[in-house]
């Protein structure tokens, strides 16, 4: 039995292209499909444009969810995905968004949420 | 000079109140009004209610994101907290959900996001 109910990756991309980072209709639109490639199911989503620069926004999928920040003045994009089940390959998306942004590498950490032993001793 | 662009407190509330948890309107609202709580500013809003059971949802901020994920069958709420800027208090918004949703206890890991020197060697 999973001991956990969840997965967070959280990935950092390093010198991505500043004109992609801040088009909020192209980051929505390649985070959508990296929900796809990762073998998960998109439900509705929500980006934000900045001024003068910068973009979040978020995918609600039925494994939780995909969120951005971008910084482009520092060509830098923070992404999360967090995810529960089995099914889902968080490395295509991963790579997938960094050919996207033409980003020179990444960083990620991945963490647990939701321990079921310290759920079921609390219950 | 901030070392980060970002931060991220990661919050896991244990024996919640089920009924509460599973109210996607009411889970809304105390999200939007975490946000306030927490000195930060509303952009918009989306969130969703599985069957059987279970919400997701996040608020998108001028400072990033508040993002939620329940299982009612857990008792158990998993929360985001991702901003950025000095003026932004979590612990208001982690010290009411925590009362909102009647939880027991919480628990909370805080991380940074966008290492300036890790940027700028990469750029």
Redesign the interface.
């Known amino acids: 039995m999973n001991k956990f109910?969840?997965k967070?990756v959280?990935v950092?991309f390093?010198?991505c292209s500043k004109d992609i980072i801040d088009d909020v209709n192209k980051i929505e639109i390649l985070m959508n499909k990296a929900v796809l490639k990762a073998n998960a199911t998109i439900?509705?989503?929500?980006?934000?444009k900045?001024a003068p620069q910068g973009v979040?926004?978020?995918v609600?999928i039925?494994e939780?969810?995909f969120?951005i920040?971008t910084?482009p003045e520092?060509?830098?994009a923070?992404v999360?995905l967090?995810t529960?089940g089995t099914t889902i390959d968080e490395n295509k998306a991963i790579l997938y968004l960094k050919e996207q942004f033409n980003a020179?590498?990444f960083?990620s950490?991945t963490?647990n949420?939701?321990?079921?032993l310290?759920?079921n001793k609390?219950?």
């Open positions: 109910l969840a967070q959280l950092e390093y010198n439900i509705k989503s929500t980006f934000h900045f979040s926004g978020v609600v039925a939780s969810h969120a920040h910084w520092h060509n830098f923070s999360d967090y529960c020179s590498k960083q950490k963490l949420r939701g321990n079921l310290e759920i609390n219950i």
